[in-house]
């Protein structure tokens, strides 16, 4: 299964950042931000995890961020308090992997030869 969407890797990975930047515009402010952004960052997590598929270790690495991640989505959220010990693990869960997925897309696109896809 994971072989078959490989190749479709960045654009999945697009489309989950194009969700997270553009979902606020299509569902309500308070449901956005409580029920599908948490949700639109986890399906984002599991695309860098399968743009990192042929990586093991550092997949694995994400993999573990993955429920961190998760773990701080359940252990709570904010709802307009200050912010929690929760929402600081989440908040370097997500700077890890955005960093590692950043340097790793410039790797991956620097080293292909040609681009199929216009």
Known sequence: MIE???????????FSQITIL??????????????????????NLLSGILLLYRKKRLMWFLAGLLITAGAAMVGG??????????????????????????????KQVWRSEYITKM
Do not use: C, H, M, W
């Not at 700077?95 to 590692?100: H, K």
């Open 77 to 106: 959220s904010s709802n307009g308090n200050p912010p929690n010990f929760f929402d600081f693990i989440r908040l370097g869960t997500l700077f890890t992997f955005y960093n590692i997925v950043t340097i790793e897309i410039i």
């Open 22 to 43: 553009f979902g606020s515009l299509i569902a309500p402010g308070r449901v956005f931000e409580n029920l599908l952004s948490p949700l639109l960052f986890q399906v």
């Open 4 to 14: 078959k969407i490989y190749p479709y890797r960045f654009e999945i990975f697009f």
